[in-house]
């Protein structure tokens, strides 16, 4: 895996004739409006790393005990911040992606179940023991997605645009 990404499309009718419009009055670079919901989705995202939750604000699965006893903090999906801060936003004319480069990114978002690939076993340290273990399943702790509050800050972006560029004097 090398990272993960989300894609949504707008299917409120209202926002899409705004986007349509804007389409025409920004001559077809609908990039800044793309950039700004960009870094609006990245915002939220990080949120969630404060919250602990995924875009529905359902908490994320609560670590193992014994993993969590030797983690240098308590937050979930949080030992350096290095997945927190990976999150970026990619914008096209006609498309954002915000996602993860992160190599296990979408092992977090979407779950995984990790096996060995040149050793019989899997073998590591926790509890200040070492665990060997055919696999380890990691539960999918959703940190992309659009919530509601998402789709009205997108909502308000767009209309902020055509405020900007379409209803001019």
């Known amino acids: 895996m090398s990272g993960v990404a989300i894609s949504f499309t707008i299917s ?7 986007f349509q419009q804007l389409e025409r009055a920004m001559g077809g670079n609908t990039r800044p409006l793309m950039s700004a919901i960009g870094v609006e989705l990245v915002g939220s995202t990080h949120m969630r790393f404060v919250t602990q939750s995924d875009p529905e604000g359902q908490a994320w699965q609560a670590l193992n005990t014994t993993y969590a ?3 240098r903090n308590s937050r979930i999906l949080t030992e350096s911040g290095r997945l927190r801060d990976s999150i970026n936003s990619h914008a096209t004319n006609d498309e954002v992606r915000v996602g993860s480069n992160v190599i296990y990114a979408a092992a977090h978002q979407l779950g995984a179940t990790i096996t060995p690939k040149n050793a019989s076993h899997l073998f590591f340290r926790m509890g200040g023991r070492l665990i060997q273990a055919n696999s380890v399943t990691l539960p999918a702790r959703p940190f992309l997605g659009i919530s509601n509050d998402d789709e009205t800050a ?11 560029y379409v209803t001019r004097p």
């Open 154 to 164: 997108i909502s308000e972006i767009v209309f902020s645009f055509v405020d900007r």
């Open 69 to 71: 006893e030797d983690k």
């Open 12 to 18: 409120d009718a209202t926002v899409q004739r705004a």
